[in-house]
């Protein structure tokens, strides 16, 4: 099975990606949604948390507040590194597991911080979604309503958008319209047939 990493930016559209892909009846192996079920009321990565990071991380009906755990892990870096070193081997290990029991020609492993962990021997291609940081800043501040400022330290605790592009085996520009952004997908899902098919992983 050919397992492409798909990765880009906060803000980049790597969700609306997956969503194309999976209309294409691929399956998506995604970071992000492994990582909220993880810290699910009850589950022992949400414990490990507040023990790290205080109670006053949940709530009162015992979810995580993501808001303030957000703030304290981007404003100092000593918290991003905790909360990474609780959070990757957990998702890492399910990440693989989900992929041990899928049968296709090849999936989608959406996983935002593929470079920054180091990930990127996990994968047999990197798919960079792509847009010009104005746009991917615009975005950010509009969809999780935090201050520029905020924004601003979530990117830049992220690799520059030429380190990314310098990793990617394939770029989908999200900078457009849906509608070539489908077309982008479309032809992509094409290749990796062709590519799982022929049993190589270079295009």
């Known amino acids: 099975m050919l397992r492409v990493g798909l990765t880009g930016g906060i803000g980049s559209g790597k969700s609306t990606v997956c969503d194309l892909f999976a209309e294409l009846g691929m399956p998506i192996v995604d970071a992000d949604v492994i990582a909220r079920q993880l810290v699910a009321p009850g589950q022992p990565a949400l414990t490990k948390l507040a023990e790290v990071f205080g109670l006053s991380i949940i709530e009162q009906d015992g979810s995580l507040n993501r808001a303030l755990l957000r703030q304290l892990a981007f404003s100092d870096l000593l918290n991003k590194q905790k909360l990474d070193a ?46 010009p940081p104005f746009i991917q800043l615009k975005r950010v501040i509009a969809r999780d309503n935090v201050s520029t400022e905020q924004a601003e330290a979530i990117i830049a605790l992220q690799a520059a958008r030429e380190t990314r592009l310098a990793a990617a085996d394939d770029v989908i520009d999200n900078s457009a319209s849906q509608t070539g952004l489908a077309e982008q997908v479309k032809s992509l899902h094409n290749s990796y047939l062709l590519l799982a098919t022929s049993g190589i992983t270079s295009a």
């Open 86 to 131: 609780i959070m990757h081997p957990l998702i890492y290990a399910e990440i693989e597991t989900q992929i041990a029991n899928l049968q296709t020609a090849y999936c989608i492993m959406a996983i935002p911080l593929l470079l920054e962990t180091q990930k990127k021997h996990a994968v047999d291609r990197v798919l960079v979604v792509d847009c």
